[in-house]
């Protein structure tokens, strides 16, 4: 089974800037898609963006659009979410997450029991 290894996160100021990285043990088939959900204390994992990998197309959470852009690299099985414009309410635990199966909507997308194969989390913090 393929396995997930989040870095990037970190603690930036309002307005600053952080890159995430998610890192695939296998070769991920265009079959799949991966996705980044964020968790803070006291509430389930919500999502925030995720990629189909072979078509490359993109998903995001209204909170992030305009701000987070996702990508891949297909070559090194790697995942990149860049956080700009980074708010307060943008912190927490990041999880990697990557399943069997492409995504038509953002809708189904987000939906957590969908997804089967998650990273350990990377924590980020925005504060001044």
């Known amino acids: 089974q393929v396995q997930l290894e989040e870095g990037g996160g970190g603690w930036a100021q309002p307005g600053g800037s952080l890159r995430l990285t998610c890192g695939a043990s296998?070769?991920?088939?265009?079959?799949?898609?991966m996705a980044w959900f964020r968790q803070v204390p006291g509430s389930d994992r919500t999502f925030v963006s995720g990629?189909?990998?072979?078509?490359?197309?993109?998903f995001y959470a209204e909170s992030v659009r305009g701000r987070f852009t996702l990508s891949r690299d297909t070559a090194q099985n790697t995942m990149y979410l860049q956080m700009n414009s980074l708010k307060p309410e943008d912190t927490g635990v990041y999880y990697c997450a990557t399943v069997g199966r492409q995504f038509a909507t953002r809708t189904t997308m987000s939906v957590l029991a969908s997804w089967d194969t998650w990273g350990q989390g990377t924590q980020v913090t925005v504060s001044s």
């Open positions: 990629i189909n990998w072979g078509t490359g197309g993109t």
């Open positions: 296998a070769r991920a088939s265009n079959r799949f898609a």
